[in-house]
């Protein structure tokens, strides 16, 4: 079995990636150790709106329910209201994320690309160090698939990368530790998403809660690995709930745990290989939000596929022309992202308070980066020591 590509999960980068390959004329396979893509959705199921820009997905069958915003509660219950527009990765549309998935994928398929389920990889094949293909294991089965190209496109769990020799290993620090319930039976009437931050709720991270329709939400919580221990998310996230008079008379019809990396990328290519989506660590450090970056990524990558294709040339050297392209679209914006993480880390809860009190009044489609920071100190004099090095960041970043 011989293919141009073969890409290792059909997520969202895997088939967005596969789709604008194939759209070039390159013969590509996804395998996907899943029954059904998609499922089980390990999601809170939020996105930008952005995504309307780039002509990725069709129709709107995704998407539950438009978002106005996003609100942000500080310890004390101070709320600081943004638009749609200035809200980061998750805030825009809440969607159906297994039809998301297999919208993606079916847009794949219409370009001409194959996909083989309930098939997983068990190991890269290698020829002197050169990677030729991957070993996979369907049902009792097991054999090789030949390709020029292999994509990891596996996941925060990804092997590929690893099996290439690439260091993928998350330190705690880096990953957040996730649980959510869809919550029925509860009242949305306001379309914002809430996001509601402490080290009591949720030490380095945040508990969601994003409306999918009138009654029912994700509520959701991330906590940083380095500051959980066993079980501690769920509890948590229980404990939130129950202290929510709104939330308290819900009842779920889903619960998903998973894991979300915080880090900054990998290195994402290889000779005849590239890594996309979560398993290059293309996620937000600071909101945990993967899937625009998939899209924008896989995008390049597809499109850098074509052409090494057509040249027949798959070292490295070609294949950068994807690490050139996501560098440029979102690669500045991860790492001073992932500066601000760290330096978030080390706010306590009274330093939250007085930052949501200065902003909470600000109205920010109408002030400028300087003025926002004039409006943070004005109030709050002392944020002014603790907010340099985020000025700093802000300013080296030119975004
Ligand atoms: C609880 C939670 C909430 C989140 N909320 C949001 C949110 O609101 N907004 C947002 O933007 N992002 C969110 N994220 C992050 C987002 O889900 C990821 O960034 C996104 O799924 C990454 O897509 P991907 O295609 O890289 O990988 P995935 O969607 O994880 O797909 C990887 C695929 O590879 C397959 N696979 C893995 N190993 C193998 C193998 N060996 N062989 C064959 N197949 C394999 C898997 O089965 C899977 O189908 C959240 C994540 C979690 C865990």
């Known amino acids: ?109 219409k370009a001409g690309v194959k996909i083989m389920m309930n098939t997983n990889a068990t190991g890269l094949i290698k020829e002197k160090d050169r990677i030729k293909g991957v070993r996979v294991k369907q049902f009792d089965d097991e054999f090789e698939i030949e ?118 990328p990998v290195e994402t290519v290889r000779d005849n290989l590239l890594l996309v989506g979560d398993a290059a660590r293309h996620v937000d450090p600071i909101t945990g939000g993967g899937l625009t970056h998939c899209l924008e990524g896989g995008k390049i990558a597809g499109e850098t596929i074509g052409d090494a294709v057509d040249r027949q040339q798959f070292d490295q050297e070609t294949l950068s022309q994807y690490e050139i392209g996501w560098k440029e679209a979102f690669g500045r914006k991860i790492k001073r992202n992932y500066m601000v993480k760290e330096l978030l880390l080390d706010f306590d809860d009274k330093t939250l308070n007085m930052l949501a009190d200065s902003l909470k009044d600000v109205k920010f489609e109408e002030v400028s980066t300087l003025g926002l920071v004039k409006a943070l100190v004005f109030k709050h004099p002392t944020l002014l020591m603790k907010l340099k090095p985020l000025m700093k960041i802000s300013s080296e970043a030119k975004e």
């Open 1 to 109: 079995m011989k293919y141009d590509v073969v890409i290792v999960g059909s997520g969202p980068a895997g088939s967005v990636t596969a789709r604008f390959a194939a759209e070039s004329g390159v013969k590509v396979l996804i395998v996907e150790r899943r029954k059904e893509v998609g499922v089980p959705v390990l999601c809170g199921e939020g996105i930008s709106r952005k995504i309307d820009e780039w002509n990725v997905i069709e129709g709107t069958r995704w998407i539950a329910s438009n978002m106005d915003g996003a609100r942000i509660y500080s310890p004390d219950g101070t709320m600081v209201k943004l638009g749609a527009e200035m809200a980061g990765n998750e805030t825009g549309y809440v969607i159906y994320r297994d039809i998301f998935d297999q919208e993606l994928a079916r847009q794949a398929i």
């Open 147 to 264: 390709a020029d190209i292999v994509v990891g496109a596996d996941g925060v769990e990804s092997k590929i990368g690893k099996w290439a020799g690439i260091n993928t290993t998350l330190k705690p620090k880096d990953l957040e530790t996730c649980a959510q319930y869809t919550l029925s039976n509860i009242e949305c009437n306001d379309a914002y998403c809430d996001f509601y931050l402490g080290k009591e709720i949720a030490p380095g991270g945040y508990v969601w809660v994003f409306p999918k329709g009138k009654d029912v939400a994700n509520v959701g919580i991330g906590i940083l690995a380095s500051l959980s221990e066993s079980g501690m998310a769920k509890k948590l996230l229980d404990k939130f709930i129950e202290n929510n008079s709104n939330l308290k008379s819900g009842e779920p019809i889903r619960f998903l745990a998973g894991s979300v990396p915080v880090s900054n």
